[in-house]
């Protein structure tokens, strides 16, 4: 009888489905008797062989039925993550909520608020003054101090390049128009720049056709693409494809020296490297051959070539140059 109101007792306190129990005889031998495993405010008494073990903590609590521990926590998170609580910043740690921050200004859209009277989004650019500042860690930093004055977020440029946007003007044989208050080629003019405008092929002197009238004495050589367009020494248009022999048509300013622009064709040994560089080279030309020092120059179009055998401080050779070019016979 007095075993049987011990196991009945301890099931009360307990709640669980297992006492202990004894008898009466006085015997050291003792046993925690279970008929199931109970699982009880994350703590797990597990029942083997009716034998309850000594209770172990379950890490992710118990299970709904009560009787094992549970296999995934009741507080599932990403691990990262973050979210707002109040004015607390909290990120998911080991499948936990904790809070990382608490926010001065409030949290929203799971990050603290910055500070009302600094504002600014990251990058962006302002003028204060002859200052252009850049916001950086949500504060206005001075990144440049404008020379000319700060406008439109941007340093103005140099007073000296300021021109009206869209306007044109020539500079030699180049049509230029203004783009972002500078100057920039449009065009390369093949018959010459006057009045802001490229010259048409008549203006140079003549027609532009095979066999027109020209005079020889005016005419400035041009180039049509590929072709040379001259006025040989009868007064008529030639038009001289200079791909048939692999050559390239570029137009040089002032091109015999009298203030008259011109044009030929240039095959590869024409061209040079870097401008300014010279060297000595015989050419035969025409009846005559010509030896002395050549530069490298710029054509109107911006291609580097030996300067033409008019412009050198040469001499013309009694005989024909030798054939590498590098003097008189």
């Known amino acids: 009888m007095k075993n049987h109101t011990w196991f009945m007792v301890g099931l009360a306190m307990l709640g669980l489905a297992c006492a202990s129990c004894s008898d009466d005889s006085g015997d050291d031998d003792k046993g925690n008797v279970c008929s199931a495993s109970v699982c009880l405010n994350g703590q797990l008494t597990a029942c083997v062989n009716g034998v309850a073990s000594a209770?172990?903590?379950?890490?992710?609590g118990c299970n709904a039925e009560g009787n094992a521990c549970a296999e995934t926590s009741i507080t599932t998170c990403t691990e990262g993550a973050k979210q707002c609580s109040g004015n607390l910043l909290q990120v998911c740690a080991n499948n936990a909520w904790t809070t990382s921050e608490t926010c001065a200004n409030g949290c929203e859209n799971n990050a603290c608020k910055p500070s009302a009277s600094t504002t600014c989004t990251e990058g962006a650019k302002q003028c204060s003054g002859n200052l252009l500042q850049v916001c950086a860690n949500n504060a206005w930093t001075t990144s440049e101090t404008c020379a000319n004055g700060c406008e439109n977020n941007a340093c103005k440029p140099s007073a000296s390049t300021t021109c009206t946007e869209g306007a044109k003007q020539c500079s030699g044989n180049l049509l230029q128009v203004c783009a972002n208050n500078a100057w920039t080629t449009s065009e390369t003019c093949a018959?010459?720049?006057?009045?802001?405008?490229?010259?048409?092929?008549?203006?140079?002197g003549g027609g532009d056709a095979e066999g027109d009238g020209c005079d020889y004495d005016t005419f400035s050589e041009y180039c049509n693409g590929s072709t040379l367009v001259?006025?040989?020494?009868?007064?008529?248009?030639?038009?001289?494809?200079c791909s048939e022999y692999?050559?390239?048509?570029?137009?040089?300013?002032?091109?015999?020296?009298?203030?008259?622009?011109?044009?030929?064709?240039?095959?590869?040994?024409?061209?040079?490297?870097t401008k300014g560089d010279t060297r000595n080279m015989c050419v035969d030309y025409w009846e005559f051959s010509y030896y002395g020092e050549q530069t490298c120059t710029t054509t109107i179009d911006g291609a580097l070539v030996w300067?033409?055998?008019?412009?050198?401080?040469?001499?013309?050779?009694?005989?024909?140059?030798?054939e590498d070019g590098s003097g008189c016979e």
């Open 307 to 322: 300067e033409f055998f008019d412009d050198w401080n040469g001499d013309v050779c009694e005989g024909w140059c030798l």
């Open 55 to 60: 209770p172990v903590t379950c890490p992710n």
């Open 246 to 273: 692999s050559a390239e048509c570029h137009a040089i300013a002032d091109f015999y020296g009298d203030g008259i622009n011109g044009a030929t064709c240039y095959v590869s040994e024409d061209f040079c490297t």
């Open 191 to 204: 018959n010459g720049c006057e009045n802001n405008a490229c010259k048409s092929p008549s203006s140079s």
């Open 230 to 241: 001259y006025c040989a020494d009868d007064d008529t248009i030639v038009m001289e494809d």
